[in-house]
């Protein structure tokens, strides 16, 4: 069973940067697509960004796009998200995901393991 566990939400001035970890309880990390994504009080979780195994390709939702970063570390089995520029509106659970399956054979943004979130909150 896949396990993931974030690290390195907190509180932020706006303008202030955050990076969060996600440690993940697997053999062959590189063969997860990763991804994080947030939900903010009263709304739906939102997709933020995803790195591909195979090509090592990512995908930013425009929010985010010039602000945050994705990376990996297979050695670690650990994804980072790099956020800088924070803004108020970035204040959300945020959630690492995993999926082994390739993504051709899946919906986009659905992931089969979840990590329990860390909170990130910015204040104006």
């Known amino acids: 069973q896949v396990q993931l566990a974030e690290s390195g939400g907190g509180l932020v001035q706006a303008g202030g940067s955050l990076r969060l970890s996600c440690a993940a309880s697997?053999?062959?990390?590189?063969?997860?697509?990763m991804a994080w994504f947030r939900q903010a009080p009263g709304k739906e979780r939102e997709f933020v960004v995803s790195s591909r195994r195979t090509t090592g390709s990512t995908s930013y939702a425009d929010s985010v796009k010039g602000r945050f970063t994705i990376s990996r570390d297979n050695a670690r089995n650990t994804v980072y998200l790099q956020m800088n520029s924070l803004k108020p509106e970035d204040t959300a659970v945020y959630y690492c995901a995993a999926d082994a399956r390739p993504a051709w054979s899946r919906p986009a943004y659905e992931y089969n393991y979840w990590g329990q979130g860390t909170q990130v909150t910015v204040s104006s």
């Open positions: 697997v053999r062959t990390f590189n063969s997860f697509d």
